[in-house]
């Protein structure tokens, strides 16, 4: 059974938009705070959006104002929508939740490129 899917990826050109998808399980998704997460080459996993099961949301710095996560609590989907991209935001996007306490396995995450 997959615990955690994530679809949306692709390239796009520099100020472009992505909408990513993160179809999670039941037992990881309902009542908990989920995160939207992203691994450059060579750097470490790194947080991006932050979103609770009331929907109150804080994101990385790097991202603020550019990025929108959201859920739909009813579907057990989160989403991360993506505007003015830039380079660096290129890297493989994951989503799971934000405890490790109930964190899922890692999927293989959508790889997001920017460049012109």
């Known amino acids: 059974q997959v615990q955690l899917e994530e679809s949306g990826g692709g390239l796009v050109q520099p100020g472009g938009s992505l909408r990513l998808s993160c179809a999670a399980s039941g037992s990881i998704f309902s009542g908990n705070a989920m995160a939207w997460y992203r691994q450059a080459p060579g750097k470490q996993r790194e947080l991006v959006a932050v979103i609770t099961s009331s929907s109150r949301t804080n994101y990385a710095d790097s991202v603020k104002g550019r990025f929108t996560i959201s859920r739909d609590n009813a579907k057990n989907t989160m989403y991360l929508q993506m505007n003015n991209l830039k380079p660096e935001d290129t890297a493989v996007y994951y989503c799971?939740?934000?405890?490790?306490?109930?964190?899922?396995?890692w999927g293989q995450g959508t790889q997001v490129t920017v460049s012109s």
């Open positions: 799971n939740a934000f405890s490790v306490n109930v964190r899922g396995s």
